[in-house]
């Protein structure tokens, strides 16, 4: 069964300093999207870093880059350089064909950037 | 700008009222999907729509629960008979598929919340 698990429910990282958010996920389709979004306090969810399970190479989007360990089935989101705009909840998340395509998120982690 | 829009954002309502929510997706995207999200908790997936085509449903999903995409554009999302663990945000996410390059990433509105009195 599908499955998404992020052990951090908050986590704190000085302004400028970088940051690792954990995913953990399980499939038994070989075929699968990961997937980060950030949520602000606004509410509005944004998408912020893919990886595809066959992708050789960890994906890499701006300040934001994926650590993707398939043996370990993990896909830990790492933030460089943090701003103080990027406090928000982040979910980690994954699409597979044994799903159906639905997208299943994880419970979260809220991020606090401090000055 | 053409995102995802929601209506309406917010909606009070007593319990065992009826309530409908509307979605309308990005104009080129096929799919659309409607989650739930309670505080401080990932969205829930509920349903999903391939054009007008309803093709899954959660279990989350009761028979006090109904979703339409009648025409293939926007959604509606109705709660009949609401209880108060209904009160929620009601997300509603659109995306292409089979468009070359895409990622299958999500575009989502700003939802709905709801509170059940």
């Known amino acids: 069964a599908q499955k998404i698990t992020q052990t951090q429910p908050g986590m704190f990282v000085q302004e400028k300093e970088a940051v690792t958010l954990d995913c953990t996920y399980d499939t038994s389709d070989p075929s699968y999207g990961l997937f980060w979004y950030k949520q602000p306090s606004s509410g509005e969810m944004i998408f912020l870093i893919y990886?595809?399970?066959?992708?050789?190479q960890n994906a890499t989007e701006g300040r934001y880059s994926l650590n993707f360990q398939k043996a370990r089935k993990s896909a830990n989101l790492v933030i460089s350089a943090s701003q103080l705009g990027d406090s928000a909840m982040y979910f980690c998340?994954?699409?597979?064909?044994?799903?159906?395509?639905?997208?299943?998120f994880g419970a979260g982690t809220r991020l606090f950037v401090k000055a | 700008d053409t995102g995802v829009s929601q209506d309406p954002r917010h909606k009070i309502t007593k319990r065992g009222q009826n309530v409908t929510f509307r979605c309308d997706p990005i104009s080129e995207h096929n799919r659309l999907y409607w989650y739930r999200q309670t505080l401080g908790q990932g969205p829930e997936f509920l349903t999903y729509?391939?054009?007008?085509?309803?093709?899954?449903k959660s279990r989350l999903l009761s028979d006090r629960f109904s979703a339409e995409r009648p025409k293939g554009s926007f959604s509606t999302l109705e709660i009949q008979r609401t209880e108060q663990g209904d009160s929620a945000m009601y997300l509603c996410?659109?995306?292409?598929?089979?468009?070359?390059?895409?990622?299958?990433?999500?575009?989502f509105g700003e939802g709905s919340r709801l509170t059940v009195l």
């Open positions: 998340a994954m699409r597979d064909s044994g799903g159906g395509f639905k997208t299943i």
């Open positions: 996410a659109s995306s292409p598929m089979g468009v070359a390059g895409d990622l299958g990433e999500l575009f």
């Open positions: 729509f391939q054009n007008e085509a309803q093709l899954e």
């Open positions: 990886q595809g399970s066959y992708d050789q």
